[in-house]
């Protein structure tokens, strides 16, 4: 091809001066090349790709066969962009010298900046004086000198790296952090940065000196190698090493291994695999050890083996039907907490499958649970194979009321205590209804079909038993609204009425599914009261209360739910404690004001019928702000709880906790956070954990200072005091102490 000579002149009054003589020197050197060379040499003047070059100023020298490019010029090649005062091509040498503000713009978006360059092959290789360079993420390379080899290597003399931004006040100054060394090499095949002789600098002051050090570039999203080490101390462990090693399998699979050593209790080794494929994945976390044994809290002077699995697969089969499993188990109930390893209450461990299709809903699943909480003993844990549930919600009918059927089956076994085996059916139909006077009538009947088959149960009882529980309920609604010049306001009175036979939770059926309940304002309204199907709330009963919220046109809104329960006939499955164990139940309600999105406030409670005395209480606050933010939760639970009320179940107990957690942004980079938890159950006021921290974090370093102090306690678990410090360098990694 042609080389293509194109111009702009940003000075308006020399344009047609610098046209003449810019037109006059492309037409010379279009005949001369013509004359001298022939087509296919023309077209290879600057190697094989088309060149378009810009400036203010165009220079053909025929007898030295060099064209020269002054003012403003740009050259472009390929996905290259070369900006330079001054740039010379020479034709028999095949080579473009570049002066003078020179910036090379790369295809992958890095930025080389220097006031003397010599290029070839296409701008791929090179010499550069005075370097600097700019990375796709921001971070700097510095050299004296640079040679670069056909796109593939930068190699840079007495050069320094930082990925730490310039002082805005003073850009001489040094950064945070920096790495010089005697040579930098960028390899951008491999994709790595490596130096030699190299000597980390934290503010301009020498810290520390290595021979040798490699790290990914910022392209690089995963690499396998060594991870920063956990290094900790412990009263109870004693002095704490883990050193991580990551390696990537391929794109679609990794593992991570980091064996962790106890100068006091052993070791141990975690492992992660992961898995990804087109319609699923597999994700297997597991730890083995060797560890001292204790017998209440005093080591007995043996070593035996421990561990933990979780292990996690999630498939699509087809646009309907997605399966998977979960395998959580621990040799140990504290073994998890004690190591630091994990902090979960419940492992749970299935296998199932479940669909999706208009609005039914399919599942089978079996489930193993191992409790980790004081009390919780294998033999008493159930496994439930197979677990069965369908749910059906019809289309409307003519009528405008619509059919609800819900199934399950289940098989629940323990290698001591209760089993249960059990068919549940509950079929339904609702009619909604919207009188011309706007209010709101809901005619719902539902009818629970139950087979069970137990044994062992607590209170002696067993055998097969089922029931037929019919419950009809008519819901009365009627919203009122007005409007003010910037809010709205809503009330709407509830009434509830729900018949529905005395008695339905025979002896011999087995409470495994509804051991969890609290009276409060989201199950006010319910038909059944309980989330489960074994027990029933038997019996006839209104109930009424209110709603009202007022609403802002900016977004603030405030909101009430008040309401209570009156039994009128049969007796209910609730016992003391409850505020459900009269006819007259107590007030339950909840309060939300949110005036803002920064600002939010939630009170739920129960309240007693007699004197209004807080039987149950949850207070939350959040506020955010960009300066700090603060966290608050409240929580009563009264004394009258019964602890055997339920079918013979342990229920809660008093409980009175109070949790404060907040943070302050003292600067631009420098924030302090803190979290206090404090117990006033049955009079105490006894701090369960205190912790503050102190962070650092700007765009390439983060430091973390945190002090904890727990009281919590457990079989092997004392209460104990921990330091943590992180210390974070990007790119290069960081380390964690406690």
């Excluded at 008493?380 to 289309?395: H, N, R, W």
Aim: net charge negative.
């Amino acid at each position: 091809m042609i080389l293509g000579l194109h111009f702009w002149n940003r000075t308006r009054r020399h344009l047609e001066t610098i046209c003449c003589n810019v037109l006059v020197a492309a037409v010379c050197f279009s005949v001369q090349a013509t004359q001298s060379r022939p087509a296919s040499a023309q077209e290879s003047a600057i190697g094989d790709a088309p060149v378009l070059m810009v400036a203010d100023e165009l220079v053909h020298d025929e007898t030295l066969g060099t064209i020269t490019a002054r003012g403003n010029v740009e050259l472009s090649q390929n996905d290259r962009v070369l900006l330079a005062d001054s740039v010379t091509y020479n034709q028999r040498e095949d080579t473009v010298i570049a002066s003078g503000n020179i910036s090379l713009l790369e295809p992958t978006g890095e930025v080389i900046f220097s006031d003397y360059a010599e290029l070839q092959n296409e701008l791929k290789t090179g010499l550069i004086n005075n370097l600097r360079l700019r990375l796709t993420d921001g971070s700097r390379l510095a050299a004296n000198r640079g040679t670069r080899t056909a796109g593939q290597r930068k190699i840079l003399s007495r050069a320094v790296f930082t990925p730490c931004d310039s002082c805005k006040e003073d850009p001489s100054r040094a950064p945070l952090w920096q790495i010089k060394a005697r040579k930098i090499v960028h390899d951008e095949v491999a994709k790595d940065i490596i130096y030699n002789d190299a000597t980390l600098e934290m503010f301009g002051v020498p810290v520390l000196y290595t021979p040798y050090l490699a790290h990914p570039d910022p392209t690089v999203d995963r690499r396998s190698g060594f991870l920063a080490p956990l290094i900790g101390t412990s009263d109870e462990l004693g002095f704490i090493y883990g050193q991580p090693y990551y390696q990537v399998i391929d794109e679609s699979k990794d593992l991570e291994l980091m064996p962790i050593v106890y100068s006091e209790d052993g070791g141990i080794l975690k492992a992660r695999y992961r898995q990804r494929f087109a319609d699923g994945l597999i994700d297997f976390q597991g730890t083995a050890g060797l560890l001292d044994q204790r017998d209440n809290n005093i080591e007995t002077g043996e070593q035996d083996p421990e561990g933990s699995v979780d292990l996690e697969g999630r498939f699509d089969f087809d646009r309907t039907w997605r399966g998977g499993f979960d395998l959580e188990q621990s040799s140990g109930r504290t073994y998890l907490r004690r190591y630091r390893l994990d902090s979960r209450e419940v492992l749970t461990s299935r296998a199932y499958a479940e669909g999706f299709r208009g609005r039914n809903y399919t599942s089978v699943q079996a489930l193993k649970f191992q409790g980790l909480n004081p009390g919780d003993s294998r033999d008493k844990s159930p496994t439930v194979a197979p677990l069965f549930e369908y749910s059906f919600v019809g289309e409307p009918d003519p009528a405008g009321g619509r059919f609800q059927l819900d199934a399950t089956a289940m098989s629940l076994t323990r290698e001591t205590g209760a089993d249960s085996r059990k068919i549940a059916i509950r079929s339904g139909w609702s009619l909604p209804y919207i009188a011309p006077a706007g209010d709101i009538y809901t005619l719902t009947a539902t009818l629970d079909s139950d087979f069970y088959q137990t044994d062992d149960l607590a209170n002696g009882e067993g055998g097969d038993t089922g029931r037929l529980f019919p419950q009809v309920g008519m819901n009365w609604r009627y919203p009122l609204a007005r409007a003010g010049e910037n809010y709205h306001q809503t009330v709407e009175p509830i009434v509830n009425l729900v018949l529905s036979p005395n008695g339905g939770n025979p002896d011999a059926i087995s409470n495994e599914d509804s051991q969890s309940f609290l009276f409060d304002d989201t199950n006010l309204f319910r038909m059944n009261r309980f989330t489960g199907s074994d027990l029933v709330t038997s019996g006839s009963r209104v109930d009424y209360g209110f709603k009202t919220g007022v609403y802002g046109n900016g977004g603030g809104s405030s909101t009430l739910l008040f309401g209570q329960s009156y039994q009128f006939f049969g007796d209910g499955p609730f016992e003391a404690g409850s505020g459900l164990d009269d006819d007259l139940s107590d007030y339950v309600g909840r309060v939300h004001i949110s005036p803002s999105q920064d600002l939010d406030f939630l009170l739920r409670f129960r309240l007693d019928k007699d004197d209004f005395t807080p039987r149950r209480s949850e207070i939350g606050m959040r506020y955010q702000h960009p300066r700090f933010s603060i966290n608050a939760d409240y929580v009563l639970l009264d004394d009258e709880t019964n602890p055997d009320d339920i079918a013979g179940e342990t229920n809660f107990l008093k409980r009175e906790q109070l949790d404060i957690s907040g943070s302050l942004k003292l600067s631009e980079f420098w924030s302090a956070n803190g979290r206090i938890v404090q117990d006033f159950s049955d009079g105490a006021n006894r701090t369960l954990i205190a912790s503050s921290g102190l962070v650092y974090a700007d765009e390439c370093f983060t430091f973390g200072l945190v002090y904890e102090r727990s009281e919590l306690e457990d079989d092997d678990i004392e209460p104990e005091q921990t330091v943590m410090l992180r210390i974070a360098f990007k790119h290069l990694g960081g380390f964690s102490s406690n």
